[in-house]
């Protein structure tokens, strides 16, 4: 035994795309828990659990943080989820 346990939460959804949006939702939702790692949230086709695909960027950053932005993102890598719309702040003034 390896003293470590990993909890599976089977969810059903339709396809892949909405199985990652609720996979980084709820993984978000508990990060404030210390034993939850967000990063490592990967999702599965019920029938092919082995093909896993992985919610989070994940890559390294400054001072050991690490990308919490999605796998297959277009942008720079952040430590931090950017504020939508960009300008939103500004609206509120």
Same mark, same amino acid.
């Given at each position: 035994?390896?003293?470590r346990y990993v909890v599976?939460?089977?969810v059903v959804v339709t396809d892949l795309a909405r199985a990652k949006v609720l996979a980084r939702t709820a993984a978000r939702s508990?990060?404030?828990?210390?034993?939850?790692?967000?990063?490592?949230?990967? *999702?599965?086709a019920e029938d092919d659990q082995g093909l896993?695909?992985? *919610?989070? !960027?994940?890559n390294r950053l400054e001072a050991g943080?690490? !990308? *919490?932005?999605?796998?297959?993102q277009e942008?720079? !890598?952040?430590?931090?989820?950017?504020?939508?719309?960009?300008?939103?702040?500004?609206?509120?003034?």
């Amino acid at each position: 035994m390896t003293g470590r346990y990993v909890v599976h939460l089977p969810v059903v959804v339709t396809d892949l795309a909405r199985a990652k949006v609720l996979a980084r939702t709820a993984a978000r939702s508990l990060a404030f828990l210390a034993h939850v790692d967000p990063g490592e949230t990967t *999702v599965s086709a019920e029938d092919d659990q082995g093909l896993r695909h992985r *919610v989070f !960027c994940d890559n390294r950053l400054e001072a050991g943080r690490r !990308c *919490v932005l999605r796998a297959d993102q277009e942008t720079p !890598c952040a430590s931090r989820l950017p504020r939508w719309p960009p300008n939103a702040g500004r609206l509120l003034r």
